[in-house]
């Protein structure tokens, strides 16, 4: 009787998962040979990983995304407002110069969510 079994396909130099699926376990080798041609890496996974999960690349297992609010930023991450990147090393203060709401997009890595934060100026 052949099993079938789950894998997630994944960026090997950040661990960002790029697919999951399942196969069957004689048509595994198929997967990693295609999973490297593709410049990705395939590994087996007990049951298919929650949306906001990746890769840990010390363990080589799949670990939830971790949250974290715009007060306390994961470091390094990159900002994005309107449409401008700012790659931050330190926690940053946020204003503007004109009152209005702003859209910041956050970017730290497969590690931790992404998240889009809106932030009013009234003065």
């Not at 790029?18 to 007990?46: K, N, T």
């Not at 670990?63 to 470091?75: S, T, V």
């Not at 503007?96 to 997009?105: D, H, N, T, V």
């Amino acid at each position: 009787m052949t099993t079938a079994i789950h894998y997630v396909l994944y960026l090997p130099e950040q661990g960002a998962i790029y697919e999951f699926g399942f196969c069957l376990q004689s048509d595994w080798p198929h997967i990693e040979h295609s999973a490297r041609e593709a410049g990705l890496q395939a590994l087996q996974v007990d049951s298919e990983p929650g949306l906001n999960s990746y890769v840990d690349l010390a363990t080589l297992t799949v670990q939830p995304c971790q949250d974290y609010r715009l007060e306390a930023l994961p470091l390094p991450c990159t900002l994005t407002i309107e449409g401008v990147q700012y790659p931050c090393d330190q926690q940053p203060e946020i204003s503007f110069e004109r009152p209005g709401s702003y859209q910041i997009a956050v970017d730290a890595g497969p590690a931790w969510l992404k998240k889009t934060f809106t932030v009013e100026q009234t003065d």
